[in-house]
């Protein structure tokens, strides 16, 4: 959804910032509702149901009062669908490596996105890539490398709760580069409110039809729970939308790594859990490459609208 802010939008850089704070909080948070929505026994497809279907009618409730779900129009169905079922993919292992691992250790390894995607725009965009970009991908491997810790992840042979959260949350990382990718390719022609809608659409025909078969009765705590899980998710849409709205990307983009701080700070508080050492160490690594990724996306584009304006 990186889409360059409308030139009818006044900016407001403060406000964008405040706004992608909100969306790491309220991400963090929802993440907190994932754990005790597992943890209550219900099935991680009827999470993803209520997540996406509590989204809707404020998605729907924002296009009336801007002239109707006409703004939501496309010709590009078919890429719409694909990248609903990569995000619905990608969110199923987000999730998943949510419950299996402490937060904190989740959200890290979620914070290589940026580094994958640097690799699978090379590759795929074909996007020139310089030995800076090439070596804070190195410096953010070798973070994730640490986090990850192989030799122990070798040792226990891949079992076990830990073991499968690292593959999960890690499949989760690639995945979300991967739409990163996608959302790229939209971003030409769509907005982001309706890449953000048709995802929300198309992903709720699986969910829907899966959801008959996984749904139990619940209790008023655990509708509290699912409810609030479709809120803070409807939250993390919006506010993230609404900072590209007011702010340019990379403005906003390096406010993402608060989600760390906000992680631990919820894994200890809700579930006594804090990061194991590695993480530590890999953390920083993680994330001054990918702010350096930023900073250096940030240059290179302030040097393309020098050549236009040349």
């Excluded at 970009?133 to 994730?144: N, P, Q, Y």
């Excluded at 631990?264 to 920083?284: K, N, Q, R, Y």
Aim: net charge positive; charged share 10%.
């Amino acid at each position: 959804m990186s889409t360059a802010p409308s030139p009818e939008v006044s900016q407001h850089y403060l406000g964008g910032i405040a706004l992608r704070l909100l969306a790491m909080l309220s991400l963090s948070l929802m993440f907190v509702l994932v754990k005790r929505i597992d943890a209550a026994g219900i099935h991680i497809v009827e999470s993803l149901f209520w997540r996406q279907a509590i989204v809707l009618p404020m998605l729907a409730g924002w296009a009336l009062t801007r002239g109707g779900l006409a703004i939501y129009r496309t010709h590009r169905i078919g890429t719409h669908a694909r990248r609903a079922m990569m995000g619905l993919t990608g969110m199923a292992l987000n999730f998943g490596g949510m419950i299996f691992l402490p937060m904190a250790e989740a959200t890290t390894i979620n914070l290589s996105v940026p580094i994958f995607a640097v690799i699978f725009a090379a590759l795929f965009l074909g996007e020139p890539t310089g030995w800076q970009r090439w070596s804070a991908v190195l410096v953010g491997f070798l973070g994730v490398l640490l986090v990850l810790n192989p030799t122990t992840l070798v040792a226990q042979g891949f079992t076990g709760h830990h073991g499968l959260g690292t593959l999960i949350a890690l499949g989760g990382a690639i995945m979300t580069a991967l739409i990163t990718i996608q959302v790229r390719d939209l971003a030409r022609t769509e907005s982001p409110m309706t890449i953000v809608f048709w995802f929300s659409l198309i992903s709720m025909l699986p969910l829907g039809l899966a959801l008959p078969f996984v749904m139990t009765a619940h209790g008023a705590g655990e509708w509290a729970l699912l409810i609030g899980l479709g809120l803070l998710g409807a939250v993390v849409q919006l506010s993230l939308t609404g900072a590209l709205r007011l702010a340019p990307v990379a403005v906003v983009t390096p406010m993402d790594y608060s989600s760390l701080l906000w992680s631990i700070a919820c894994g200890w508080f809700f579930f006594g859990t804090l990061p194991a050492e590695t993480t530590w160490v890999g953390a920083p690594l993680i994330v001054a490459s990918g702010l350096f990724i930023a900073w250096r996306e940030h240059r290179l584009h302030i040097e393309r609208m020098k050549d236009i304006t040349a």
